[in-house]
């Protein structure tokens, strides 16, 4: 965490020293990410820099960290035998506990209506590229699936060949687009919150038999937060 704070530092510091505008916006709050299959909200942060190619298009760059959440993953299945003879065998899966967070770079256009960058309440909306890093993990607890109890017994010989668990990173490059409203108090700074869908083209993992049921390709994320407005 505290290597993502300074490289968010190094990064605001680089994008404001090569700004060719007088005129920057540096901004952050709290972000919430859902993905899509998956009931359960990431939460985090997010801080970003924007600045104004005019009064009404503006370029931005966002990082945003969302926090470990855990879970279970569907790793495989094992074979239940019918108590009743007549019964047919069913399979049961094998679910294994797993964690994992997101790191999100991203960045683009912004154009807005109604009114301008600095000036009032505005809608906006753009296209963006995000690199999405996962850090994501599987440990040696597993359950079993829902089946009928009662009807069946579970072959018990699956625990002899599951493993015992890994790590691994996941790098993605994702396209998605941008859609929020703003209210800029003068002499203040402005409030946000967007809406970011986003569509992951690959994953690259750093353990090739990582399991990719792990992470999702469509997910989007919903950022609120605070702007303040800098002259020079």
Not at 54 to 83: C, E, H, L, S, W
Not at 112 to 138: C, K, P, R, W
């Amino acid at each position: 965490m505290v290597r993502i704070m300074r490289l968010i530092g190094f990064l605001i510091v680089a994008f404001v020293s090569t700004s060719l505008t007088a005129q920057i916006g540096i901004g952050g709050g709290m972000s919430t990410l859902f993905e899509f299959g998956n009931r359960r909200p990431f939460v985090g942060l997010n801080l970003h820099v924007e600045s104004p190619r005019n009064n009404d298009v503006t370029f931005y760059g966002r990082m945003t960290y969302q926090f470990k959440q855990n879970g279970f993953f569907d790793y495989g299945v094992t074979n239940a035998q019918p108590i009743n003879p007549l019964g047919a065998t069913i399979q049961v899966p094998i679910q294994a506990a797993y964690s994992i967070n997101y790191f999100i770079i991203d960045g683009g256009s912004r154009y807005y209506l109604i009114n301008g960058f600095d000036e009032g309440f505005s809608l906006y909306g753009g296209t963006n590229v995000g690199l999405i890093i996962n850090s994501a993990s599987y440990n040696d607890k597993y359950k079993l699936g829902n089946y009928d109890q009662s009807s069946y017994v579970v072959d018990q010989t699956y625990q002899s060949y599951l493993p015992e668990g890994s790590r691994s990173t996941f790098i993605r490059l994702a396209l998605g687009f941008t859609g929020g409203a703003k209210y800029t108090i003068p002499g203040v700074g402005s409030v946000y919150v967007d809406l970011n869908p986003y569509l992951s083209l690959f994953g690259i993992p750093s353990k090739d038999d990582f399991p990719r049921e792990i992470y999702r390709q469509v997910f989007f994320n919903i950022n609120v937060g605070f702007r303040k407005e800098l002259y020079w």
